[in-house]
């Protein structure tokens, strides 16, 4: 079946470190679980949403006129379009339910020896000039007070 593709919004942010998205949403929602295609003059990257988040809370639909956070694989840039990629037939699907991954325990904590203190360096002092003249004293002296 032939995919459709329909804008949603437009990336206003990347934050690179944590391999973020911003998206303002204009045209479209999206759900955890669209399949979406980010495009632009360097980008060409396709994903299934993972993540939503508005303003640091984690969601599971968003829709127009929202900003969202969304996990990324790749590098996306400011101005790339956001689509939203779906078959032109069949009934709507429902994101897929989230499932928690199953818990670890903890590493156990590991007893740290105690570092001797830090002896500090000695103090450097500026190595002291040279005397300077009583005239070329007094010359300064005299210049200071004219001025």
Known sequence: MPLERKKVGEVFHFYGKIGVAAIRLTDDGIAIGDTVQIQGPATNL???VETLQIEHADVSRADPGQEVGMKVHDRVREKDFVYKLGTMEGPVREPPAKVAPPKRAPPPKKAR????????APVRRKA????????????????????
Not at 113 to 120: I, S
Not at 137 to 145: F, G, V
Request: charged content about 50%; hydrophobic content about 15%; proline content about 6%.
């Open 113 to 120: 020896a105690k570092k001797a203190p830090r002896k500090k």
């Open 128 to 147: 002291s000039r040279a005397p300077r003249s009583k005239a070329r004293r007094a010359s300064r002296r005299s210049r200071s007070r004219s001025r």
């Open 46 to 48: 396709e994903q299934t």
